[in-house]
């Protein structure tokens, strides 16, 4: 922490620097014959500024607001980072596993085109889990009434296989094994020129996925 002068101490260090320098112009002999007069100033002079320096608030300079990159995620911008839990998805517009038709943001559904409940259309990103780590792009919308619950990502079902390391079922459009959601950490690193909220993720019935 650095602490600043005040204008009050900065006025009581100008004057007292000016006592001693008209105390030095007398020369040598003024000195002598003032010597007790240079004391009681010194002394005088260091009382006050101390008492000025501990009577001020000290001035804390703030502290970056760079956010700190997770490993992996090298020559990029982190614009937010935080985490999450995760579902997965896969809406291809065939109507199985709740599928309710093709990404809104107008592409095909395809591995790393995630939906969030609230970010603008087009962000891209990174998530990580137990050491492995996706590149995603916001192409869609969801979770729906999970993400009042926190669940606030939708993985594309491919991505979560690999995450967790199992398969991916492209008949079924299920992940193999037990887990259904994951907590991930999440870097965003390009928000999305489409409509939604920057920031931090919110629910889906916050509505600000409409947001322009």
């Known amino acids: 922490m650095k602490t600043y002068l005040d204008p009050r101490t900065k006025a009581v260090v100008g004057m007292c620097t000016n006592a001693v320098r008209d105390l030095v112009g007398k020369g040598a002999r003024g000195v002598r014959a003032h010597r007790t007069v240079s004391s009681v100033t010194t ?12 009577g001020a608030a000290p001035v804390v300079k703030p502290a970056s607001d760079t956010i700190v990159s997770p490993a992996g995620v090298q020559n990029e911008q982190v614009l937010l980072r935080g985490s999450t839990s995760g579902s997965y998805f896969w809406d291809d517009g065939s109507g199985r596993q709740g599928d309710t038709g093709q990404p809104a943001i107008g592409k095909p559904m395809q591995q790393g085109l ?20 996706a590149k995603f792009f916001i192409g869609d919308r969801g979770p729906g009434n999970p993400s009042n619950d926190g669940v606030m990502l939708d993985i594309d079902g491919k991505t979560f296989a ?5 398969s991916w079922n492209s008949d079924t459009l299920t992940v193999g094994g037990s887990q259904g959601h994951i907590d991930v950490e999440y870097v965003v690193t390009k928000w999305g020129a489409g409509p939604g909220k920057r920031g931090e993720p919110v629910p889906f019935s916050s509505g600000a996925w409409s947001n322009s």
């Open 43 to 54: 002394a005088a002079c260091a009382a006050m500024i101390g008492a000025s320096i501990m």
């Open 162 to 166: 690999d995450l967790v390391g199992t």
């Open 114 to 133: 995630f939906a969030s409940p609230s970010w603008p259309l087009g962000t891209e990103g990174y998530v990580f889990y137990n050491g492995r780590k």
